[in-house]
T-cell receptor
Framework: DGGITQSPKYLFRKEGQNVTLSCEQN?????MYWYRQDPGQGLRLIYY???????QKGDIAEGYSVSREKKESFPLTVTSAQKNPTAFYLC????????????FGPGTRLTVT | QKEVEQNSGPLSVPEGAIASLNCTYS??????FFWYRQYSGKSPELIMS????GDKEDGRFTAQLNKASQYVSLLIRDSQPSDSATYLC????????????????FGQGTTLQVKP
């Protein structure tokens, strides 16, 4: 089955620790995206990547880092510099070209105390 | 000024009624528009895409787009309790000077409650 997987589903960390969230897709999509969702709010773009070995900052990139070494994988690291890291993190992907339809993974709920 | 606006609700309708969800956007060059459904605690699921003015129907869902008024809506006919969810409107954002990035701007979502 083709799809997007994110792991883990729930993640708990202590303040000051870096944490890496996994996102893998087998849809052969070129573009991948990371969003953050806070309660009662829409999605805000953190980082995106349109091709391997290239990525761009989104609207709220401070305190986050990414890599795109393989087409299938786009991990997100939440660093200790991120002031309010507790949130629901969503990974999405889309085909290259003129399609704008993004498909989401199941998400990772991160709690930092 | 928010770029994509939705009434957060909740919008409450009785089972079998038509639910009407609305969204306005501010970027005149936006070309593609999407509705996502998000159940509580789950990730968004794409349910409708619309690219040109007018109506697009898919089963019980109809998306309506009016680019002149910068307005997109989603109608759900014969609403069912299983339609109770938050509906997110998303609009393409052609980042000025950067071409087609595929970036979407999301509204904050409208919560729909369908009462049996």
């Amino acid at each position: 089955d083709g799809g997007i997987t994110q792991s883990p589903k729930y993640l708990f960390r202590k303040e000051g620790q870096n944490v890496t969230l996994s996102c893998e897709q087998n849809l052969n999509h070129d573009a991948m995206y990371w969003y953050r969702q806070d309660p009662g709010q829409g999605l805000r773009l953190i980082y995106y990547s349109q091709i391997v070995n290239d990525f761009q900052k989104g609207d709220i990139a401070e305190g986050y880092s990414v890599s795109r070494e393989k087409k299938e994988s786009f991990p997100l690291t939440v660093t200790s510099a991120q002031k309010n890291p507790t949130a629901f993190y969503l990974c999405a992907s889309k085909e290259q070209g003129n399609s704008y339809e993004q498909y989401f993974g199941p998400g990772t709920r991160l709690t930092v105390t | 000024q928010k770029e994509v606006e939705q009434n957060s609700g909740p919008l409450s309708v009785p089972e079998g009624a038509i639910a009407s969800l609305n969204c306005t956007y501010s970027d005149r060059v936006s070309q593609s528009f999407f509705w996502y459904r998000q159940y509580s605690g789950k990730s968004p699921e794409l349910i409708m895409s619309i690219y040109s003015n007018g109506d697009k129907e898919d089963g019980r869902f109809t998306a309506q787009l009016n680019k002149a008024s910068q307005y997109v809506s989603l109608l759900i006919r014969d609403s069912q309790p299983s339609d109770s969810a938050t509906y997110l409107c998303a609009v393409t954002y052609l980042f000025r000077g950067s071409g087609n990035t595929g970036k979407l701007i999301f509204g904050q979502g409208t919560t729909l409650q369908v009462k049996p």
